[in-house]
C-alpha cells in the first residue's frame, strides 16, 4: 500500500514543497529520466502516481542525504521554478522519516532487547529477592577446615545460603499435609490431620530421619547441607570449637549444661542468637547433613551411616564441639536446617 501524502501546514515544510514542485513541474516520463540522471530506476523508487513518484524520489535522496544533488539538478533543469534551499530546515523531517524507516527495520531487534533487559531485571530482582530474605544467610564461600583437632584437613565450599534457624514445626507440618514427610514420633493425629505438639509451633521439628529430612528441604527448594558447608557456616576458615570461640558458653548454645532440660522456640531476635548470623549451630537439636563418609576429610569413602552436627540440649559440651560427628541413622533429637545454592 501506497503511503499517503501528507498535507503541508500553512507554514509549508520545505521537504513537502520540493514534492508538490516536482510533482507539478515533471511528468512521469521526466521522473525517470531524473531518477536515471542519478543511476536510478523510478520503477524501483516504489509508488504509482506521478505524486507518489515525486514523493519517493525526495524521500529517498532525503534518506541518503543527498537532497542537495538532487536540488542542483533540479536548478539546472528548471531555473524558473522557485525551488526551495538545501539548508538545515530538511533536518528534522529528514531525521524523522530516517528514524521511522530505522524503527521498521529494526522492530524485531528492540523487540529482542526489550525482552532481554526484562529478563535481566527479573534476575535482578529475584536474587536480590533471595539475599534480602530475613529467613537466609548468605555466604560466600571459601575453605572449611574439618576433621580433628589434631588432625584436620581443608575443603573448599562455593557461595551458598544457609537458613538462619532450625526448621520449627510450623514449617516441617506443611511437608507431612502435602504427604511429603513422615510426622515426628512425639506428633498426634486428630480431626484436621496430623499436628505437633500445642504451643509448639515455634518450636524446632526433631525426631526426624534423615530422609525426612531431605524431602522437606527439597519440598522448599533447597537440599541438605553438606558437612563442610554447615562447618563453614558455623566458624568460617577458623579452627574454633564453637562459633563463638573456644570456651562453652551456655547462653549461646543450648546444651545440657545450659540447664534448660529441653529444646527452645527457634528465632532470630532471641537472645543466645543476637551475635550469631546463623543460629542454634550448637544446641538446641542435632542437624541432619549430607555426608556419610567414615573420615571427613575423605568425602568420597561414603561407608559409613549419616551424619548429623552441632548436638542437641540432651547432649553435654563435654563431648560436643564443631569437630564433632555423630553417626548414626538412628539418633534421637535430630532436626534439620537446609541450604541453596547462590
Not at 185 to 195: A, D, H, R, Y
Amino acid at each position: 500500500m501506497n503511503e499517503q501524502q501528507e498535507t503541508p501546514t500553512s507554514a509549508i515544510n520545505p521537504i513537502y514543497e520540493l514534492q508538490s514542485l516536482l510533482a507539478t513541474h515533471y511528468n512521469l516520463q521526466e521522473l525517470r529520466t531524473l531518477a536515471l540522471r542519478f543511476n536510478l530506476d523510478l520503477e524501483d523508487v516504489g509508488g504509482e502516481t506521478r505524486a507518489d513518484k515525486a514523493r519517493e524520489l525526495t524521500l529517498l535522496f532525503a534518506r541518503q542525504n543527498r537532497l542537495p544533488e538532487l536540488l542542483a539538478a533540479l536548478q539546472e533543469e528548471r531555473p524558473h521554478v522557485n525551488w526551495p534551499r538545501p539548508t538545515q530546515v530538511f533536518v528534522p523531517v529528514v531525521e524523522k522519516r530516517i528514524f521511522s524507516h530505522w524503527l521498521r527495520e529494526n522492530l524485531w531487534l528492540i523487540g529482542g532487547l526489550i525482552v532481554v533487559l526484562l529478563l535481566s531485571m527479573t534476575a535482578v530482582w529475584w536474587l536480590n529477592g533471595r539475599d534480602s530474605d530475613p529467613a537466609w544467610h548468605s555466604i560466600s564461600g571459601g575453605t572449611a577446615i574439618l576433621g580433628t583437632t589434631s588432625e584436620f584437613c581443608t575443603l573448599p565450599v562455593q557461595p551458598f545460603q544457609i537458613q538462619r534457624t532450625e526448621v520449627r514445626n510450623q514449617d516441617y507440618l506443611n511437608c507431612v499435609q502435602a504427604g511429603n514427610c513422615a510426622p515426628p514420633p512425639l506428633w498426634q493425629i486428630g480431626e484436621n490431620g496430623w499436628t505437633h505438639p500445642a504451643g509448639e509451633a515455634s518450636h524446632p521439628v526433631w525426631g526426624i530421619s534423615w530422609t525426612d529430612a531431605a524431602a522437606y528441604c527439597e519440598s522448599i527448594g533447597a537440599r541438605l547441607p553438606e558437612e563442610a558447608e554447615w562447618v563453614f557456616a558455623a566458624r568460617g576458615n577458623r579452627t574454633a570449637n564453637y562459633p563463638w570461640g573456644d570456651a562453652f558458653d551456655g547462653d549461646l548454645g543450648n546444651l545440657a549444661e545450659s540447664g534448660n532440660g529441653r529444646d527452645l522456640a527457634v528465632s532470630v531476635s532471641a537472645d543466645r542468637c543476637q551475635d550469631q548470623p546463623v543460629c542454634d549451630l550448637i544446641g538446641n537439636v542435632r542437624e541432619w547433613v549430607q555426608d556419610t563418609a567414615v573420615n571427613a576429610c575423605y568425602t568420597g569413602d561414603g561407608s559409613g551411616q549419616h551424619i548429623s552436627k552441632g548436638g542437641s540440649f540432651a547432649d553435654s559440651a563435654a563431648t560436643i564441639t564443631l569437630w564433632t560427628r555423630m553417626q548414626s541413622d538412628e539418633q534421637p533429637y535430630v532436626g534439620v536446617r537446609c541450604v541453596r545454592d547462590q
